[in-house]
């Protein structure tokens, strides 16, 4: 009998504590409350005609018990409803709700003690709810054992409603964790630096992971590779952005219609669903990958109904209204922060720079505070809930490096917070209901330098708009690019014409539609619309003949990319440089300096439909690393040319060595080490890995039909379900 004793008082340890910290939060609920009654004119706990300081502080536990109880038993049902408001909108209508539901607490204390202004409540129930969250996070955090008797608790309970046994010892899980545009270097000096120490321990001591770099597509962006890795083809996807002829429209990646049509083509390309067709989860991806379990998927985005269960992962952080308003207050604190640090960059005078006004310091809260915050808490519902796979991405680091650099102080704090969000998934793994293996990967680097608008005047449009004797901008006009590409047009024209140059002449009139410029990092895409197919060389000498001159020999601009009837397709460079595709060799001509790989990725895009009249690549400068973006953007990647080209995969050694002889882990053998190259060769890669756990299979058939997660039925979420998300969320909240 000593056991069931001993476990006896375990439980009513563990109760008492529970009781102990609700009543500890109440206290300080309620004292917040009368210091809130005391600070602001319009809120009282009070009769007209006063009370007694006993009398007030009951009147404040009265309102802040039944606050408390409103946001456990209301709050949960109010954000279910509002599971198809936008994010943003969700974010603000949160202070909103909240304030209603302080109104109604103050409603419920007795004898109508207790009044405020709807502005007043507001502001009342943003306090209450983040010193509450507050106070329980300090509570949870102070009491290791209690934290982990949490989890535990919650995995049980996983393992008893879905009726298996959950045992560590049953097939491992596996969590792959995207952190988008970290390239393998910036990772491997933020090791160095300290500035990553959960990942660094996985390398140092008696490691139990390995590093391996791989090298992008030419179009190095999310688009290509998270298509590629996700769905094992991203064959024709030329760019970020392109225009397609024959249908009349512009493609751009993080759009919902144009990442649901290139989901589309790669099932059926490649005839299977995807990587997470079976038993996945897919979070904060551009692609779902034939996951079942979605929450910020872009490709389904579009979708009206139930079959949208993208937004769901909404409910899993919302749910508990403390943890709503953390976020928010967070979100407006990262707001004030790029305002700072961008006023700070200015003061400095940093070079380059680019503008950091306008909407940008939310988008960059979305992607660094909400954004983060929601996938992480889905990853942890997955694990506790016990998936298979789940493909995540946190987008944080990229969006920042684009604005501040990817070498810059700004980015090297996102990489902090990035490093504490995988040491959590490290903790909740340890009691999660099956084993989980973490792999860390990225889809590209970035690489650093002035934009080619700053640098030279102009933008490539207007250069190429010049090179066509088109109008352009007087600013552009004014600009010795500018000035040099209209008078080669000019001269081009009359030569053209067979008249001779008269000065002041007026320009003769181009033929044809203007032509459609497209940007998409360091490379660009010209396309000629009232051309059907693929316009040539030849075609473009006879329109306009100084755009081709105009640009090759442009100092911002590394190599061109056109058909050539009489040649096939060639690449164009200063000085006249002419190098049919077939011929292009790696450390020579006009690709010489654009690194390994370079002329297989050149002769593969050339290959696509889709492929642009003129694909562009800016200058590259091996000695300090920088190319020239054609947007607006002092970090950037999506052609060739430095660090944006080498992504990285951080594996566990219990799985197989992405390629054979990987430099520097336990199992390398000697001689030199094969390379990981393209996303669709990582895909393979990942594909094996969760085959080696007796993961998810993609049936060859199933993306006929487009796979179990591409079908457009309406889906029930399950009780077992929607308690895992309240779960999750709740695990989420107590980890701080």
């Known amino acids: 009998m000593g056991w069931r004793t001993n476990v006896l008082r375990g439980r009513w340890r563990t109760t008492g504590g529970a009781v102990l910290r609700v009543i500890i939060v ?64 969700l974010g603000a209508l949160v202070f909103f709700l909240n304030g209603s539901l302080l109104l109604i607490a103050l409603w419920l204390i007795p004898d109508g003690r207790g009044a405020a202004n709807p502005e007043t409540a507001v502001v009342v129930a943003a306090v209450m709810s983040a010193v509450a969250s507050a106070t329980s996070t300090g509570l949870a955090v102070g009491d290791d054992d209690a934290y982990r008797r949490r989890l535990s608790r919650l995995a049980d309970r996983r393992r008893r409603r879905s009726g298996e046994d959950g045992g560590q010892g049953g097939p491992p899980g596996t969590v792959f964790l995207q952190l988008d545009g970290v390239g393998h270097q910036v990772l491997l000096d933020a090791l160095a630096n300290g500035v990553m120490p959960n990942i660094a321990a996985w390398l140092q001591g008696e490691p139990t992971h390995r590093l391996t770099r791989w090298r992008t597509d030419w179009s190095s962006q999310t688009g ?140 960059r809260a979305f992607a660094t505070v909400l954004g983060r915050d929601v996938v992480v808490a889905a990853v942890i519902g997955d694990m506790l809930a016990g998936r298979t796979a789940v493909y995540a991405d946190l987008v944080a680091y990229d969006e920042v490096a684009h604005h501040s650099g990817p070498h810059s102080r700004d980015a090297r704090q996102v990489l902090t917070r990035l490093d504490r969000s995988v040491g959590l998934l490290v903790k909740v793994a340890d009691h999660a ?148 595709v077939a011929e292009l060799r790696d450390g020579e001509g006009p690709l010489a300096v654009m690194g390994a790989g370079a002329a297989d990725a050149v002769r593969r895009t050339d290959t696509f439909p889709h492929v642009a ?30 660090q944006q080209s080498y992504a990285f995969l951080l594996s566990p050694l ?48 199933l993306a006929a039909a487009g796979g179990p997660a591409e079908a457009d039925v309406p889906r029930q979420t399950s009780p077992a379900e929607a308690d895992a998300e309240v779960d999750a969320e709740a695990a989420w909240q107590q980890s701080g």
């Open 26 to 89: 109440w206290l300080v609920s309620s004292l917040t409350l009368l210091a809130l009654a005391g600070i602001l004119p319009d809120f009282q706990l009070q009769s007209d005609d006063g009370d007694t300081i006993t009398r007030t502080a009951v009147t404040a536990g009265w309102g802040a018990g039944a606050f408390g109880l409103l946001s456990a038993l209301v709050w949960p049902l109010l954000v279910r409803a509002l599971l198809l408001v936008p994010a943003l909108i």
């Open 224 to 363: 290509a590779s998270q298509l590629g890795i996700l769905h094992g083809s991203n064959h024709d996807v030329p760019a970020f952005r392109w225009y397609e002829k024959d249908s009349g429209r512009t493609m751009v990646s993080n759009r919902p219609a144009s990442a649901a049509e290139l989901q589309r083509r790669a099932i059926e390309r490649t005839g299977d669903g995807g990587l997470l067709t079976l038993d996945g989860a897919s979070r904060g991806n551009l692609f779902s990958g034939g996951a079942d379990e979605l929450a910020f998927v872009l490709s389904i985005a579009a979708r009206r109904g139930r079959a949208n269960r993208s937004r769901a992962g909404y409910f899993a952080y919302f749910s508990d209204p403390a943890n709503a308003v953390r976020t928010v207050v967070s979100f407006a604190a990262e707001v004030a922060r790029e305002m700072g640090q961008s006023l700070r960059a200015r003061a400095r005078g940093d070079r380059p720079r680019v503008s950091r006004g306008g909407l940008y310091p939310f988008i």
């Open 433 to 580: 209901p099956r084993a989980y293996r973490i792999v860390l990967l990225s889809d590209h680097g970035q690489s650093p330098g002035e934009t080619f608008e700053s640098l030279y005047g102009l933008t490539l449009k207007d250069l190429v708009r010049a090179g066509c004797g088109l109008p352009v901008s007087r600013r552009a006009e004014r600009s010795r690019s500018g000035a040099e590409a209209r008078s080669a047009a000019r001269h081009a024209v009359r030569h053209a014409l067979h008249r001779p140059v008269r000065e002041g002449a007026e320009d003769e009139p181009a033929q044809g539609s203007d032509p459609v410029v497209l940007a998409s990092g360091n490379l660009a895409l010209v396309s000629f619309p009232d051309v059907p197919g693929r316009m040539s060389r030849e075609q473009m000498d006879a329109r306009h003949p100084a755009l081709l001159p105009t640009l090759a020999d442009h100092p911002g601009i590394g190599f061109l990319l056109v058909r050539s009837e009489a040649h096939g397709s060639v690449v164009l460079a200063r000085g006249g440089v002419e190098v049919p």
């Open 613 to 642: 009249d003129i694909m562009v690549n800016s200058t590259f400068d091996p000695r300090t690393g920088r190319v020239h973006a054609f947007e607006e953007q002092i970090g950037s990647h999506g052609g060739l040319g430095g």
């Open 654 to 701: 219990v799985l197989s060595p992405p390629v054979p002889h990987t430099p520097g882990s336990p199992d390398a053998a000697s001689g030199p080490p094969a390379e990981l190259v393209g996303a669709e060769q990582v895909h393979q890669v990942l594909r094996r890995w969760l085959r080696e756990g007796n993961g998810p299979e993609v049936p060859v058939g």
